[in-house]
């Protein structure tokens, strides 16, 4: 059973009557939305598919916490704008012009950005909020002024989960609201009084302005978090909301907010999953939307195809940390990605019941892709320049055949991939013979290349071929250990007189699809005259 079945399981069982289930995820607009933030939407997607295979409804809602403050200018912002945007903390990143002067807000522009590429990977939300036009509107009047009514007793929850001695002064003063200041718009605001129904505030700002906010009138007030989240529950009517491991932890903001949403807006708390973060091999440092240090959902997708990247996400339980690769890795996660999808297909009893449910979950039915394998792209890439009309005709060299609509896809990640990551793993066959390195070579590794170019000019499919390739360092007499490493100095041996590498492709397939006629003129003529065998 998929980790997302069980979970639904639970909704089921905490809600025996409900036929629909409203899951939300959240997110802020800080900066970029990288692919930890994305790891909250993948957790409402997997269980929202669960529990519609158990034949209930549901409502996916995404809301951006889009009037939360600007904190601190991303790092990655241009370099001319970052002084500039100094100038913007303490503003709503509503309020926060795009510095990249395409969209209406710094809010817009990344929310826009992510929803574009959620699209792209096949998830929609039935209802995406924008905090700031949530709280402007004043839908939110009754929750604000309920928490203003119940503050001091919201002072006492917050208390029982910090380390500080209670203060009788500090509850006294104590708001849970901040105001945006009516004539700078930042929050760096102090309420100074609260009318005795809690609809109107009085309060004064650095910037010197003094004067009121009336709850029910006006929108430039906000909920702190903690007490924020519960409030939006109630509107909502969540019952299941993931969160990372920070939210998760005793001391977190669900534990708090869940006994706010008790003991002060009389609802029950969704049920939560906590999950862990997720990295970038290689990258060290916490992916964070503002600090620029991060991934996006766009830049993934260049990369992997949206069932890779589902197949990446869903494979791990939410409690497992874990990295996601755009180094050398990749093709190997196309090559695992690959087996159990064809498998999956095939009906392959040998998938065992986790992979199983897990491509259920991905798949859902859909009808069998065609999939290129991405190891070979690679080197017919190299080869031909990443022209599709040979890397067509190659593959048919090699025993495969694939419409050039079918590489396409693949074909496109392959190119951004080498290029942006990988530019080491671009090859390129030799000009000419390389006898140099040709003359270092003992009696005996120059017979294989010898044996090499006569085994080249036979016809043969890439299976007997890789077995003759196997074979000619291989001797009879030799034990396991010396026949291994004899095949080892014979395949970087070759590599080296094709490709100036140690390392390469399958050497069968390379051989197939460049073609004997084209690798011969540079070998050949190193063995000319050699008589060893």
């Known amino acids: ?83 500039e945007y100094e100038n913007y903390i303490g503003l709503p990143y509503s309020a926060v012009p795009d510095p990249f002067g395409c969209h209406a807000s710094y809010a817009e522009h990344y929310e826009k950005e992510y929803e574009e590429s959620l699209k792209k990977i096949g998830l929609e939300f039935d209802i995406i909020r924008y905090q700031s036009k949530e709280y402007m509107s004043g839908r939110y009047k ?52 609260l009318s005795s129904d809690c609809n109107v505030v009085g309060y004064s700002c650095k910037c010197g302005n003094v004067s009121t906010v009336n709850i029910s009138e006006q929108g430039n007030s906000k909920l702190p978090w903690k007490v924020d ?38 609802i029950y708390e969704p049920l939560f999953q906590g999950y862990e973060f997720i990295g970038i091999k290689g990258l060290t440092g916490k992916m964070s939307g503002s600090s620029g240090l991060n991934i996006n959902l766009e830049e993934l997708l260049k990369i992997y195809p949206p069932e890779i990247i589902w197949w990446i996400y869903a494979k791990k339980t939410p409690n497992e940390a874990f ?19 064809e498998n999956y297909y095939k009906n392959d009893e040998s998938l065992d019941e986790i992979t199983k449910s897990t491509l259920d979950i991905i798949l859902d039915g859909s009808p069998k892709k065609v999939n290129p394998p991405f190891s070979i792209l690679l080197t017919l890439y190299s080869i031909s320049n990443g022209k599709i009309d040979m890397i067509e005709e190659m593959f048919t060299k090699i025993g495969m ?40 070579l003992d009696d005996e590794v120059k017979g294989w290349v010898k044996a090499f170019c006569d085994l080249i000019k036979i016809k ?19 034990d396991n250990k010396e026949n ?21 492709p399958m050497l069968s397939t390379l051989i197939l699809a460049v073609g004997s006629e084209n690798i011969l003129p540079i070998v050949e003529p190193l063995v000319a005259g050699n008589t060893n065998n």
């Open 1 to 83: 059973m998929h980790w997302s079945d069980e979970v639904a399981k639970k909704l089921i069982s905490l809600h025996p009557d409900k036929e629909e289930f409203v899951l939300a995820a959240g997110t802020s607009p800080s900066g970029t939305v990288h692919i930890g933030n994305f790891r909250d939407a993948v957790t409402v997607y997997f269980v929202a598919k669960a529990l519609r295979s158990q034949g209930k409804k549901t409502v996916l809602l995404l809301s951006w916490d889009d009037y939360d403050r600007f904190r601190k200018v991303p790092k990655n912002l241009p370099e001319d704008k970052i002084k």
């Open 229 to 266: 989240w519960p409030m939006r529950w109630t509107y909502e009517g969540v019952d299941f909301e993931p969160g990372g491991k920070d939210h998760a932890s005793p001391q977190g903001s669900y534990q708090v907010s869940r006994i706010i949403a008790k003991k002060i807006y009389n």
């Open 142 to 193: 009754d929750g604000i002024i309920t928490a203003l009514k119940n503050r001091k007793e919201i002072y006492d929850i917050m208390q029982e989960f910090k380390t500080q001695e209670y203060s009788a002064e500090e509850r006294e003063n104590f708001y849970p609201l901040s105001i945006y200041c009516d004539k700078c718009g930042k929050d760096t605001t102090k309420i100074t009084e």
């Open 484 to 504: 291994k490493k004899n095949q080892l100095l014979f395949f970087k041996t070759m590599y080296r007189l094709l490709i100036g590498e140690d390392k390469g």
């Open 323 to 341: 990295d996601i690769s755009l180094g050398d890795d990749v093709p190997r996660i196309y090559g695992e990605f690959d087996r159990v999808y």
């Open 401 to 440: 055949s694939f419409k050039a609509e079918e590489l396409k896809e693949r074909l496109d990640k392959v190119a951004y991939w080498l290029q942006k990551y990988a530019p080491n793993m671009l090859m390129k066959l030799n000009t000419s013979p390389d006898f140099e390195y040709f003359e270092t």
């Open 460 to 478: 043969m499919d890439s299976e007997e071929l890789t077995t003759q390739l196997y074979a000619i360092p291989k001797k009879e007499s030799a």
